[in-house]
């Protein structure tokens, strides 16, 4: 019990560290059930500014996507991750609920429990330890030639979304737009998106293809995230900024670009809100039923 004790007040201390350099966790919900025969899903990480850590809570930033805050229930499992050094250590913890000392006249953060415990991820594995395997999306990108032809394809998927959402999509959900309705792109690549932040993305691209993030400025980008959302998310994005992990593969901030296409960024933010929801939506009904 001393050495538990002495090993928790110790991850307390480096979470009170990450505090003081206004520094983030990252936050997922919880999958339930982890199963290895769990259909395929596309769990999210979203960057939380820590605000203030005590022995039994957490207060962190509410996290923002697309101007669109990310709301937990009260209850809500979830799964934390924090970096330190090259390594990444995750614990569960619950959403106790919304938090308006210390954001006072902005928008209410959110508290959080204190974690009883922490693991290291496993190494081959970043985002695994032993109750808890996140299985963030993959991403496919393509080099942006020419940014103005992007139009076509966000407003097929404007549609293809809508109707998704109407229930009138049948089979249709299953097709690739065609390629002529293609932007005009370069060969394609591919990455694993490992956060959202407010305005974009954090991808991890595998050491095959670090070379080339650098070249282009602009990408386009296709990802998933089953199940409750069955229209691939299509954009444009930029990059931000990018830095070579310990790993030799790199780490790259995207920005979504809808300069070309202003209606689209509604359209973006609704597949993720969706996307959230339908993650918390699944974990509550899972604990009902059990």
């Known amino acids: 019990m001393p050495a538990q004790r002495a090993r928790t007040a110790g991850w307390r201390q480096c979470l009170q560290q990450i505090c003081d350099r206004r520094g983030s966790i990252e936050l997922a919900v919880r999958p339930p059930g982890q199963t290895q025969c769990d259909a395929p899903r596309g769990d999210l990480l979203f960057r939380a500014r820590l605000v203030a850590v005590d022995h039994s809570t ?12 990310v709301e937990f229930a009260e209850g809500l499992e979830l799964v934390a991750i924090m970096a330190i050094g090259q390594n990444r250590w995750m614990f569960h913890t619950h959403c106790i609920g919304a938090d308006t000392s210390t954001s006072p006249g902005g928008l209410p953060g959110l508290k959080l429990a204190a974690p009883r415990s922490v693991e290291r991820c496993q190494r081959r ?7 808890a395997d996140l299985q963030l999306p993959n991403v496919r990108l393509w080099p942006l030639l020419e940014p103005s032809s992007v139009i076509a394809a966000e407003r097929l998927t404007a549609v293809d979304f809508q109707r998704e959402i109407d229930g009138t999509n049948g089979e249709a959900l299953d097709l690739e737009i065609d390629d002529d309705l ?19 993305l954090g991808l991890a691209v595998g050491v095959e293809d670090a070379g080339v993030i650098g070249r282009h400025a602009m990408w386009w980008m296709r990802f998933e995230l089953p199940p409750s959302v069955q229209t691939p998310i299509r954009a444009a994005a930029r990059v931000a900024h990018r830095h070579m992990r310990s790993d030799r593969s790199l780490y790259c901030g995207m920005c979504f670009d809808f300069s070309v296409n202003p209606s689209h960024r509604h359209v973006v933010a609704r597949q993720i809100m969706r996307a959230i929801a339908g993650l918390q939506q699944r974990q509550m009904a899972y604990r009902k039923a059990g």
């Open 182 to 200: 293609m932007p005009t792109l370069g060969p394609e690549y591919s990455g694993r998106i490992v956060n959202l932040g407010g305005g974009g």
């Open 58 to 69: 957490i207060r962190v930033e509410t996290p923002v996507s697309l101007g669109h805050a």
């Open 125 to 131: 594995r970043d985002y695994r330890i032993d109750t």
